[in-house]
């Protein structure tokens, strides 16, 4: 479930406009909060067009969290047509609110508290950056409730995954998060207030991958991540990658159509995994599809590798030797995707290859570290 808060955290479009790639920055900054009303106005028809498909597949949500999403939604419209910023960052993070009990009703993996803690961490962010410092307080009351109910799974899962970076520490990292705020919201700092939100949210993605992460030492005996040297050997849905440590079952590419054009995640094939980068949301020319999470258990489809994205999870790209391969046709000039230098290496990615189709980098923060950008050939450099 490691996509279940991603298209609302892509609504980070209607208050401030993201590193490229991604809503979740790769290190926490203050958010400059610029508005952009061309991007928001996109970002939510997808996510009206997904909220819809996603009700009509399944009736029976609970019925006060559909109609809170359903207002959020509302608002968010209204604020956008005013180009009121405040409500529209209020409205876009009330749909993340109601996320956490939608997702509960999938039995996920990660308690709830961990989800609802995401979109608590942005709204004391929010509440600090219009100086209601009440609500700020109240944030951090309900951030420490969830946490301290949410801790104990957070110990028993931390020792049993070193496929994910970051988790030994996550903990303390947490609470130290907590302690920042409520020192800054006492002095009333919002400068530092932002800043933890900002450092909040990307420890509570930690936190996600944690929960989707298979266990250490898992050797699959059959199915996904097991050992292959036939299609036959693995199960429906599945084909036996060669390429990938020897011959191991991964997803069939024909329902996954990674580095394929794409508007909404229902785009990209049936797989569970697949979801689509976003042109407005993402800045990902045409959409891209992809699959997340990925490791070495959890395989990326033949001809796709499992590469690092920074404070994302790790994600199944279109790999590829040369920028040729990366071309879509037909071709446009606003759909430039290279051959781009990823790090795959444990726990950053899992992939058979460390190329891969992306957009050519501008800045070293489109690159995952230690890499850097060159910025004449767009490619990323050791």
């Given amino acids: 479930m490691a996509t279940r808060t991603a298209s609302c955290r892509r609504i980070c479009a209607m208050s401030s406009v993201p590193a490229r790639g991604s809503c979740r920055r790769r290190s926490a900054a203050y958010p400059d909060r610029v508005p952009d009303w061309q991007r928001a106005t996109q970002v939510s028809a997808i996510l009206k067009s997904v909220w819809a498909r996603s009700k009509t597949a399944t009736t029976d949500l609970p019925a006060a969290q559909v109609k809170q999403l359903d207002d959020a939604i509302v608002a968010l419209d209204a604020a956008i047509a005013s180009t009121t910023q405040k409500d529209a960052a209020y409205a876009a993070n009330a749909v993340g609110l109601a996320v956490p009990a939608l997702f509960q009703h999938f039995n996920p993996d990660a308690p709830q508290e961990i989800v609802r803690l995401d979109a608590v961490f942005r709204q004391v962010g929010l509440d600090a950056h219009f100086g209601d410092w009440a609500a700020a307080r109240a944030d951090l009351t309900s951030m420490t409730t969830d946490w301290n109910a949410a801790k104990s799974a957070v110990s028993s899962r931390v020792p049993t995954c070193h496929r994910v970076g970051g988790t030994a520490t996550v903990a303390g990292d947490i609470e130290s998060s907590f302690a920042n705020l409520g020192t800054s919201i006492t002095a009333s700092d919002t400068i530092t207030s932002e800043v933890e939100s900002e450092n909040g949210a990307l420890e509570i993605d930690t936190l996600e991958l944690l929960f989707d992460c298979p266990p250490d030492n898992t050797t699959p ?58 042109e407005p949301g993402d800045g990902y020319p045409g959409g891209y599809c992809f699959m997340e999470p990925c490791d070495d258990v959890q395989t990326c489809p033949p001809g796709a590798t499992c590469v690092a994205l920074g404070g994302e999870s790790p994600g199944c790209f279109k790999s590829c030797t040369t920028d040729a391969e990366c071309v879509r046709q037909p071709a446009s000039g606003t759909e430039h995707y290279v051959c781009q230098l990823f790090s795959t290496a444990p726990p950053g990615g899992f992939g058979p290859t460390n190329m891969a189709c992306s957009f050519p980098c501008a800045r070293d923060a489109d690159c995952h570290l230690p890499l850097t950008c060159d910025v004449p050939s767009g490619k990323c450099k050791p």
């Avoid at 040297?229 to 199960?235: F, H, Y």
């Fill in 221 to 278: 005996q059959h199915g996904l991540g097991a050992a292959c040297q036939a299609s036959s050997q693995c199960d429906p849905g599945e084909v036996c990658d060669l390429m990938n440590g020897g011959g191991k079952c991964a997803p069939d590419p024909a329902n996954a159509a990674i580095g394929t054009r794409c508007t909404t995640t229902i785009d990209c094939g049936t797989d569970p995994r697949a979801a689509c980068q976003t």
